[in-house]
């Protein structure tokens, strides 16, 4: 029996990028909302969007594609067969631009407690915490669904930027999560917005080249991710200022995508 047009089911099939935004920007933006208001804490509010972006990607891809593709989504997220140089490039290559980054500016600073433990910090914040607890699973959504079906119509760098802005609207409250939504300036939240919105771009793109480069292994972009999250100034504590995590993507795309360009120029075929 087949579903009728107007079922919410037939809809999602129709139209499963804008269904997963619909869905999953609603529902995030209500949890971490209903988070800040009522517990003063955004972090309830991170972990009930993990779980609404993993249920939604699993919904809007059985629903579009069946079981199979649900099946195949998950393998993705367990695909470890890539090159050894992505390995390094997901968990080393940012915090290593961030801080050469910060050396060069002048804002570099020795870790306070040495670098052993630092580093044992880091490698806990993007392996268990960040990657395998989380962003793997945040990327299996935004990259192993949105973007790589935006990326089958438009290619990858109109899907990256495309892939962008439900990226950065899922985001929009945690300009509030330090101090709330009364207290915090409105100067300040359209600075961490007009931010938001620019780096997004850049980040996707970041994801959406390694995502290619290692033959669709959500777990070398959940890493990617991870890493990101585990170089800023909170974590890796070895810079003043916000804006170097920012610089090193950036940077890093440029070599990933100088990298990947290099290498499909040598396996073209020589001309006769």
Do not use: C
Not at 1 to 13: E, G
Not at 127 to 140: D, F, K, P, T, Y
Not at 166 to 191: K, N, Q, S, Y
């Amino acid at each position: 029996m087949t579903s009728s047009p107007s079922t919410p089911l037939a809809l999602i099939k129709q139209h499963p990028v804008a269904a997963f935004v619909v869905i999953a920007v609603g529902l995030s933006w209500t949890g971490q909302i209903l988070s800040i208001l009522l517990l003063g804490n955004i972090l309830p509010g991170i972990l009930a969007e993990l779980l609404i972006l993993l249920g939604t990607a699993i919904l809007v891809t059985g629903a579009a594609d069946g079981r199979p593709a649900v099946r195949e989504l998950f393998r993705r997220a367990f695909r470890w067969r890539v090159g050894p140089a992505w390995y390094v490039v997901a968990v080393l290559a940012l915090p290593v631009l961030t801080a050469l980054i910060a050396a060069a500016t002048g804002t570099f600073h020795p870790p306070t407690n040495g670098w052993p433990s630092l580093t044992g910090d880091y490698l806990l914040n993007t392996l268990i915490i960040g990657a395998l607890l989380g962003n793997i699973w945040e990327e299996l959504a935004w990259t192993g669904v949105v973007q790589h079906r935006l990326m089958d119509r438009h290619g990858p760098v109109i899907a990256a930027l495309l892939t962008a802005v439900p990226f950065a609207l899922i985001h929009l409250p945690f300009a509030f999560a330090e101090r709330g939504f009364t207290a915090t300036p409105w100067t300040d939240v359209a600075l961490s917005w007009a931010v938001l919105f620019l780096f997004a771009p850049f980040f996707r793109l970041l994801m959406g080249t390694a995502y290619v480069g290692t033959g669709y292994s959500l777990l070398i972009v959940g890493l990617l991710h991870a890493s990101f999250n585990a170089s800023g100034s909170t974590k890796l504590d070895v810079f003043d200022g916000e804006w170097q995590q920012i610089a090193a993507v950036i940077v890093l795309l440029g070599i990933v995508a100088a990298a990947t360009a290099s290498r499909t120029l040598r396996a073209r075929p020589a001309a006769a």
